[in-house]
């Protein structure tokens, strides 16, 4: 169940962290990285990894938890790595996890991102999911109204949908996570030490 008390630490906690690296500007810089693209890490970072995940993907949950934030602090928060998040949802939980995250806006994002994952078997799977979706959002700043006009938001919808339709086109994205560095389709084992050798390969030009 989740608690007031959790949701209130984990924001707080979340928040603090992801002031180190603020959301990047809506503008294009890193390979493959599109205008409006929610990203963070230095714009000229010499590599860019991109990100399509659905947020009730336990695999997903897994790489949050377990290398996201090892690659924040080791790469992006050195300047090394350009994260980009792009939308996959695989089901309506996830869409509308995804719209709640969006409706946070632009610098509480992953804020929301990292939160949703924390909560993650609370919410993902529950029958009652909007409901408890409408809690994180209301400990985050998100009222119910702005979190049901969310939902009924037929442009953020829509480009999420279109996140989902460019991952496919450009990427033969099928399953999350897919993660693309440097603008190629990353098919590695998902751990942080193999991803950090494929990057420090990328870093070294080798």
């Avoid at 938890?65 to 980009?84: C, P």
């Avoid at 806006?105 to 999911?129: E, H, I, K, M, P």
Wanted: aromatic share 10%; proline share 4%.
């Amino acid at each position: 169940m989740i608690s007031r008390r959790f949701l209130v630490g984990a924001m707080v906690a979340v928040s603090a962290t992801a002031l180190l690296v603020p959301v990047a500007p809506a503008r294009a810089a890193g390979i493959g990285e599109r205008p409006g693209d929610l990203a963070v890490g230095d714009p000229d970072a010499p590599v860019t990894l991109i990100e399509f995940f659905s947020l009730t993907c336990p695999h997903c949950e897994w790489f949050h938890k377990n290398i996201y934030n090892r690659l924040k602090s080791d790469y992006v928060d050195t300047g090394k790595l350009r994260f980009v998040a792009r939308d996959f949802p695989l089901n309506a939980p996830a869409l509308h996890a995804a719209m709640l995250a969006h409706c946070a806006g632009r610098d509480r994002y992953f804020t929301f991102v990292d939160v949703l994952f924390q909560t993650f078997d609370d919410w993902a799977s529950s029958r009652d999911y909007t409901d408890k979706l409408a809690q994180i959002g209301e400990l985050g700043g998100v009222s119910r109204d702005q979190f049901e006009a969310c939902l009924n938001d037929k442009a953020l919808e829509n480009a999420i949908f279109q996140s989902i339709a460019d991952g496919q086109a450009a990427y033969d994205v099928s399953g999350t996570p897919t993660l693309v560095v440097n603008g190629e389709r990353y098919e590695g084992k998902m751990t942080f030490d193999a991803l950090a050798r494929h990057i420090d390969r990328l870093l070294s030009g080798s």
